[in-house]
């Protein structure tokens, strides 16, 4: 079966400080994989997407960033964290046309 | 992409069924409809998914009206632990990134 694993579970930053967020999943093959964040108290925003090593997508410009160093790999990066990027941030899988499937999430908060 | 329109609110009593509408009426031809829930602190889960015909599985029911213009998740049996948002979403067979979420319904589950 397939799982997707995110870590760190938690985190708190200061302002300004980098952030690399890792995702992986387990089980399955060439999946699309997703970053999502969820403000506190609002709806899932979609950040970024991936539909192979290599290939980013990005829906909403800021001052994060995706890579996908490896096929069931997925990371999150910012080089300068900002107040207004804490959150709950989750990754997700799916293959085309299917159901998709969310990490536990890594819930961060920037001071 | 299509948009959904769901109650920002239900509540229920334990142990009574369920029915969570949703109302899709610019839907195409290929659009899935994904039910999706998301419990306190955590990713959203997959619920249940169909195209045209109801669809039964062992979480939930999804009944289709025959225009596809509207749906609804059936929960049989509510439980405390259904207490949760829940999402419908529309998503086009062959894209990989129209799973968006909007705001849900938030399902209160009372003893």
């Known amino acids: 079966s397939q799982t997707i694993h995110q870590w760190p579970a938690t985190l708190v930053q200061p302002v300004g400080s980098p952030l690399s967020l890792e995702c992986t999943v387990e089980g399955t093959s060439n999946p699309n994989l997703y970053w999502y964040r969820q403000a506190a108290g609002r709806g899932l925003q979609l950040l970024f997407y991936?539909?192979?090593?290599?290939?980013i997508s990005s829906e909403v410009p800021q001052n994060l960033s995706a890579s996908r160093p490896q096929d069931r790999q997925f990371i999150l990066s910012s080089k300068k964290l900002l107040l207004s990027d804490s959150g709950f941030y989750l990754c997700?899988?799916?293959?085309?046309?299917?159901?998709?499937?969310f990490g536990p999430g890594t819930r961060l908060t920037v001071t | 992409d299509a948009k959904t329109t769901q109650p920002n609110s239900m509540e229920s009593n334990e142990e009574e069924p369920v029915h969570l509408p949703c109302n899709h009426s610019t839907i195409s031809g290929t659009d899935y409809i994904h039910w999706y829930r998301q419990l306190p602190s955590q990713g959203p889960e997959y619920v249940i998914h169909?195209?045209?015909s109801n669809v039964n599985n062992r979480m939930a029911s999804l009944a289709i009206a025959e225009d596809r213009k509207s749906s609804t998740l059936i929960l049989h049996r509510a439980t405390l632990r259904d207490a949760a948002v829940y999402y419908c979403?529309?998503?086009?067979?062959?894209?990989?990134?129209?799973?968006?979420f909007g705001a849900g319904t938030r399902l209160t589950v009372k003893p």
């Open positions: 169909g195209l045209t």
């Open positions: 979403i529309l998503s086009r067979v062959y894209n990989n990134n129209d799973m968006r």
């Open positions: 997700a899988w799916r293959r085309t046309g299917s159901e998709q499937y």
């Open positions: 991936s539909v192979g090593i290599g290939q």
